[in-house]
Structures are given as structure tokens and as C-alpha cells.
Nanobody
Framework: EVQLVESGGGLVQAGGSLRLSCAAS????????IGWFRQAPGKEREGIAC????????YYAPSGKGRFTISADNAKNTVYLQVNNVDPEDTAVYYC???????????????????WGQGTQVTVSS
């Protein structure tokens, strides 16, 4: 079955860094773009970054510029999100999602994605 499994979340101190992983299986990884989203309590789900497993191109939403870096290891069917200098405002559930690259329209709109993971909780302490 199609699976997207996030990992790497947890408790981190403000100013620190973390790397989230998204392990994909059950579909043709190289045909998709993989995006990272996050949702904090009381807020809408927002896009952070997306990478095309087809051609390696990367894209960042305004909220994802500066402290975030997205990367992929196609051999492992895994996408990463590096977050530096975290602060308590980064506390949220982080999700990865897959969109068929050949037909994608919107990279930072949840409705544009075909598959979703269950999310991983990131909590930043002050």
C-alpha cells in the first residue's frame, strides 16, 4: 500500500536544529513531488517546501524560506526537511505529502496532493 511515514520529530530547544524524514513506499517515487506542510493548533495547514523527485528541483513557500532546506535521496525513497534555529513558533505537526509531478498544479495547497503521511509532532521549548 501507499505509505508516507514521517519521523524525526520530538522535543527540541529553541535555537537548535532538527532534520525530519519522509520515507515513501508503495508508489513510483521518481514520478512525484514531495512536499512538507505543518499545522499548528488553531492554524491552517501551511506549505513549507517541495522537491521534485523527477528532476530534483526545489521550491519554497514564503513561510519556508530562510531556515528550511529540503532534500531527497532517491535511492532511499526518502525526503528530508532540515530546520535550523528553531523557535517555539515552529511547534506544529509536520506532514509530508506526494503530488504526481507530471500533472501538478499547486505545490503549497493541500488539495493539490494525492498522498499524505500521518505527521510527526515537533515541539520547541523555550
Amino acid at each position: 500500500e501507499v505509505q508516507l511515514v514521517e519521523s524525526g520529530g520530538g522535543l527540541v530547544q529553541a535555537g537548535g536544529s532538527l532534520r525530519l524524514s519522509c520515507a515513501a513506499s508503495g508508489f513510483a517515487f521518481n514520478d512525484y513531488g514531495i512536499g512538507w506542510f505543518r499545522q499548528a493548533p488553531g492554524k491552517e495547514r501551511e506549505g513549507i517546501a517541495c522537491i521534485s523527485a523527477t528532476d530534483g528541483s526545489t521550491y519554497y513557500a514564503p513561510s519556508g524560506k530562510g531556515r528550511f532546506t529540503i532534500s531527497a535521496d532517491n535511492a532511499k525513497n526518502t525526503v528530508y526537511l532540515q530546520v535550523n534555529n528553531v523557535d517555539p513558533e515552529d511547534t506544529a505537526v509536520y506532514y509530508c505529502a506526494a503530488t504526481l509531478w507530471a500533472t501538478h498544479l499547486y505545490l503549497f495547497t493541500p488539495k493539490g496532493y494525492d498522498y499524505w503521511g500521518q505527521g510527526t509532532q515537533v515541539t520547541v521549548s523555550s
